[in-house]
């Protein structure tokens, strides 16, 4: 049970009563050095105190983050987040894995009722609508419809498990983004649980969770495995994160957008390196930044690289909470927590941060970014020569002015350009759709998306948006007729507003059409082109251009065939849909001609930021989101007619090929086996340096040739409904055969990229799902060997659950990933690590010896074991190798076969 270790509990007087909570301000007083701790720091710090039980939280930790300036970046810490988050396509595992561990529980006969998440979990389910319509007003209703088609299956599990579980909600399709819905309703600022105060925390199966940073509200995104551990009550072990102070002066000059203050930090801080550390806001500029700026600055700590971005609760953050229609009495306790407690931003404390930067909003200019990174800052005022030196240099195209190319659509009859297709000059084809003949060229844009995520929580530049369109469709202004338009909002108050402000209809006007309410474009949902657009431009090999207002525009993330990808504001969106290219100079080119021939120019569309203000202040109100939130788990009639299976146990169907029991659970003993030597392991893989986790899950497209394609054809799936790896997460059968089979894997087992290996009884090279098969067919264990920073980039759960599933008892490896090694132990699967100076070159290994791993019967944290490598003719190596078991509780999951069978355990003592 915690203890309170430093005798600082103490009670606080509330509107909402009294409660109790762990007093930073008098541990102050024995330790001064609180004080000068950052702001995100003092939250680990109180996490740590309450959780305190001397096995998962020690003593040590407590001084480590006391120490903060001198451990920081050197030593592990354990977190236990008040809450979790979770979006659909990474929620779907956790939730078959939970449903699993009940049936097994069941299984047992034991009580099942209280097989629940242990920490308040809520998927939001935003991530598998897709833009396929667009530009009418049913655009909305038949993309739901095609998303229920394509995902049916996976709904009813999370529909069933909406009603099966507690402290678990579902915000079903359709309802909003889980960012957004997470800023505006699901955030507390201070929970209140159990008649204790304590700061509100999270981990989220989504990179961009920090937007929540903006709300005074400190989490980040996880793998899978470690969003699971956190849902059923075990901490999350991470290295104590050095923190950058970044000091904001000014305000933002009339004309620059929360998106061009984005992009602008997004590069300071790649420019400055913050990958792996958190970022905290200070400075006088806090003052001029709503929740809603700031939420679109956290929300891209993955594109600057930082775990997360955190703004101190203030005085905005409680304006926000009471315009969101949180209660008076909520936001009263938030302000008498923070105060009380060392959570409220203060301009005189004395924080000592590991580096500062300093950022003066005035100085911040119109922007966008790419063609391919989020950093990749252009000021709009050089965009169009940076554009044209992008296709000159990148493309290899010769630039010819856009007047002899044409960028504007001509009406029938009118004289139209020769298609342009000399080689090494800039490409345009003559095309034709209804009356209007037009020459789409390299440079076009072809999709202009307001999609969700970043921006869609701020109505000062989504109303800005609406102003945009509604000037200029008043001055006859259009979009151009190759480009693909579409409005995906966060959340269902951002209609509400914009209907109010009279807006909606002029963007209509211009075909952005609501399409959806989730991820779409800049998670590669954005569908094809126009089918004409889609085929000239695959045809001739046009350099052709996305503009929207997300966060991601990676190399091929948007749209395979679309070659560059620009990050703007919503309002910039508009333009450059009214513009149809982006070699365009917004500051010096004309948008249009009205009718009586005046040249219309970005200037005579753009909204002063009074003019936002004046309507903002209107038209959202807190009754919108009241409206919008009072039903937000009821969903919409398809969800509510949705025939899902009910009870307290999931009806598992054989035949799925989306869902199916997770076998990690399957006759578990209730007695926690002792660990036996591994003995007689074969090489599943040997592998070099800096194999990512990408290299080892399942991802991308399936081949009909490889064996997860050969599974889905065996079971009556065509090849045009196997949709992605992503979708079928739930199907262990699936992921395990897309285990190491990335097409640029290099296994030196295998003559060929891919995943391929050579099955050592017999010589033959095979695909390593079958040589895995026929090594478990006759209980031969394997282990994988590997290199430096094996694991390295995202979390993602299968790399490990994978790995388990084709019976690799060890990874032997230079170093590793810090989490990937955290989940391999969360599924059993012993992490070793050659001592310093060794490698399997050094030891001369060649992947065709058998492996004893001896000395585990007796095992400890980072103890030494010994490792014999017999070769076939029977000569050995033989040498020691670390267990990366750093930690007791390491061990005790170590043992238990993994932290999920950890967890089932402890259910079936309970």
């Known amino acids: 049970m915690p203890q309170d270790f430093f005798g600082i509990e103490k009670e606080l007087t509330t509107p909402l009563g009294k409660r109790k909570y762990y007093s930073l301000q008098q541990l102050a007083e024995k330790r001064p050095e609180v004080k000068t701790l950052p702001y995100s720091i003092r939250i680990l710090l109180e996490n740590a105190i309450r959780n305190y039980d001397d096995f998962a939280v020690t003593e040590e930790h407590l001084e480590t983050l006391l120490n903060w300036k001198s451990t920081a970046g050197k030593k592990d810490i354990p977190y236990t987040p008040a809450r979790v988050l979770m979006q659909d396509f990474t929620g779907v595992p956790a939730v078959v894995d939970i449903a699993s561990i009940r049936s097994e529980v069941a299984r047992k006969g034991k009580d099942t009722g209280k097989t629940n998440p242990v920490v308040p979990a809520d998927m939001v389910i935003d991530h598998s609508v897709m833009v396929e319509y667009f530009g009418t007003l049913n655009s909305y209703k038949k993309n739901v419809d095609l998303e229920y088609q394509r995902n049916e299956e996976r709904y009813k599990l999370l529909k069933w498990a909406q009603k099966a579980f507690t402290n678990f909600s579902v915000v079903p399709p359709g309802m909003g983004i889980c960012h957004q819905v997470n800023l505006e309703y699901l955030a507390k600022g201070v929970i209140d649980r159990d008649g204790y105060l304590f700061p509100d925390t999270l981990v989220g199966t989504d990179s961009h969770t920090p937007m929540v940073n903006g709300i005074g509200v400190l989490g980040w995104g996880v793998g899978g495995i470690e969003a699971e551990a956190a849902m059923l009550g075990q901490p999350i072990y991470m290295i104590l994160p050095e923190v950058i102070g970044l000091k904001l002066t000014g305000a933002l000059p009339e004309g620059a957008t929360s998106t061009d203050l984005v992009l602008t930090v997004t590069r300071l801080l790649r420019d400055y390196g913050v990958v792996g550390k958190m970022v905290e806001i200070f400075g006088p500029g806090l003052e001029h930044l709503t929740v809603p700026d700031r939420g679109t600055i956290s929300n891209m700590s993955p594109e600057f690289g930082c775990t997360d971005t955190h703004w101190p609760i203030d005085d905005q953050t409680l304006a926000y909470m009471l315009k969101t229609n949180r209660s008076k009495e909520h936001v009263d306790m938030v302000e008498s927590y923070a105060k009380e407690n060392l959570f409220w931003r203060n301009p005189e404390d004395q924080i000592e941060y590991t580096d500062v930067i300093e950022l003066d909003l005035s100085t911040v200019e119109p922007t966008i970014s790419g063609p391919k990174r989020p950093q990749d800052k252009i000021l709009l005022r050089n965009a169009k020569e940076q554009v044209i030196g992008l296709l000159k240099e990148t493309h290899s195209r010769t630039y010819i002015p856009v007047q002899e190319r044409t960028g504007v659509w001509l009406n029938e009859g009118g004289a139209v350009a020769e298609p342009i297709t000399v080689d090494g000059e800039i490409k345009s084809v003559t095309m034709k759709k209804g009356d209007i003949r037009y020459n789409l060229s390299d440079g076009a844009v072809v999709i202009a998306a307001?999609?969700?995520?970043?921006?869609?929580?701020?109505?000062?530049?989504?109303?800005?948006?609406?102003?945009?369109?509604?000037?200029?469709?008043?001055?006859?202004?259009?979009?151009?007729?190759?480009?693909?338009?579409?409005?995906?909002?966060?959340?269902?108050?951002?209609?509400?507003?914009?209907?109010?402000?009279?807006?909606?209809?002029?963007?209509?006007?211009?075909?952005?059409?609501?399409?959806?309410?989730?991820?779409?474009?800049?998670?590669?949902?954005?569908?094809?082109?126009?089918?004409?657009?889609?085929?000239?431009?695959?045809?001739?090999?046009?350099?052709?251009?996305?503009?929207?207002?997300?966060?991601?525009?990676?190399?091929?993330?948007?749209?395979?065939?679309?070659?560059?990808?620009?990050?703007?504001?919503?309002?910039?969106?508009?333009?450059?849909?009214?513009?149809?290219?982006?070699?365009?100079?917004?500051?010096?080119?004309?948008?249009?001609i009205d009718s009586n021939g005046v040249e219309i120019y970005l200037k005579d569309i753009w909204p002063t930021q009074a003019e936002i203000n004046e309507l903002m202040d209107v038209v959202v109100t807190p009754e919108d989101y009241k409206?919008?939130?009072?039903?937000?788990?009821?969903?919409?009639?398809?969800?509510?007619?949705?025939?899902?299976?009910?009870?307290?146990?999931?009806?598992?169907?054989?035949?799925?090929?989306?869902?199916?029991?997770?076998?990690?659970?399957?006759?578990?003993?209730?007695?926690?086996?002792?660990?036996?030597?591994?003995?007689?392991?074969?090489?599943?893989?040997?592998?070099?340096?800096?194999?990512?986790?990408?290299?080892?899950?399942?991802?991308?497209?399936?081949?009909?040739?490889?064996?997860?394609?050969?599974?889905?054809?065996?079971?009556?799936?065509?090849?045009?409904?196997?949709?992605?790896?992503?979708?079928?997460?739930?199907?262990?059968?699936?992921?395990?055969?897309?285990?190491?089979?990335?097409?640029?894997?290099?296994?030196?087992?295998?003559?060929?990229?891919?995943?391929?290996?050579?099955?050592?009884?017999?010589?033959?090279?095979?695909?390593?799902?079958?040589?895995?098969?026929?090594?478990?067919?006759?209980?031969?264990?394997?282990?994988?060997?590997?290199?430096?920073?094996?694991?390295?980039?995202?979390?993602?759960?299968?790399?490990?659950k994978g790995t388990t599933l084709l019976g690799v008892k060890a990874v032997i490896t230079e170093s590793y990933e810090r989490i990937h090694r955290s989940n391999l132990v969360g599924m059993g699967v012993l992490p070793l690590q050659f001592l310093e100076g060794e490698t399997q070159n050094t030891l001369g290994l060649q992947g065709d010896e058998s492996f004893d791993i001896l000395g585990l019967s007796d095992l400890k944290a980072a103890q030494e074991v010994e490792v014999i490598a017999t070769k076939s003719n029977g000569d050995k190596i033989e040498f020691k190798a670390k267990v990366r078991l750093d930690s007791s509780v390491d061990v005790a999951y170590y043992k238990h076969g993994g932290i999920l069978n950890y967890v089932l355990r402890s259910f079936l003592k309970d």
């Not at 990229?753 to 009884?761: D, K, Q, V």
Request: aromatic share 8%; net charge negative; with cysteine.
């Open 450 to 592: 307001i999609t969700s995520c970043t921006n869609t929580s701020n109505p000062s530049v989504m109303i800005g948006a609406g102003l945009v369109a509604k000037k200029a469709v008043e001055l006859g202004l259009d979009v151009k007729p190759w480009v693909k338009t579409s409005l995906a909002p966060g959340s269902r108050v951002v209609t509400d507003y914009l209907k109010k402000s009279e807006l909606l209809p002029y963007l209509e006007a211009l075909k952005f059409h609501t399409v959806g309410y989730g991820c779409t474009t800049c998670i590669g949902n954005s569908g094809d082109m126009m089918p004409e657009v889609q085929k000239a431009v695959i045809e001739n090999d046009l350099v052709v251009c996305s503009a929207l207002s997300g966060n991601r525009n990676f190399e091929a993330r948007i749209h395979p065939n679309i070659k560059m990808n620009f990050l703007a504001s919503p309002m910039l969106v508009v333009a450059y849909a009214i513009a149809g290219r982006m070699d365009f100079d917004m500051n010096n080119e004309p948008l249009g």
């Open 627 to 800: 409206i919008s939130y009072e039903k937000i788990f009821d969903g919409d009639e398809t969800w509510k007619e949705l025939n899902a299976p009910e009870g307290n146990i999931y009806e598992w169907d054989n035949e799925s090929t989306y869902i199916q029991e997770a076998p990690f659970f399957k006759n578990i003993s209730e007695e926690v086996p002792e660990p036996e030597d591994i003995t007689g392991a074969k090489v599943l893989l040997q592998l070099g340096d800096m194999v990512t986790t990408d290299h080892i899950s399942p991802a991308g497209k399936f081949q009909p040739e490889h064996p997860a394609g050969q599974y889905l054809t065996e079971h009556g799936v065509q090849q045009r409904d196997f949709n992605s790896y992503g979708s079928r997460r739930g199907n262990h059968e699936v992921m395990m055969r897309g285990t190491f089979a990335n097409v640029r894997i290099k296994n030196k087992l295998a003559s060929r990229e891919g995943g391929w290996t050579t099955y050592h009884p017999t010589g033959e090279e095979m695909p390593v799902y079958d040589a895995a098969m026929k090594y478990q067919a006759d209980n031969t264990p394997l282990v994988v060997i590997g290199g430096k920073e094996y694991g390295s980039g995202s979390s993602r759960d299968w790399a490990a």
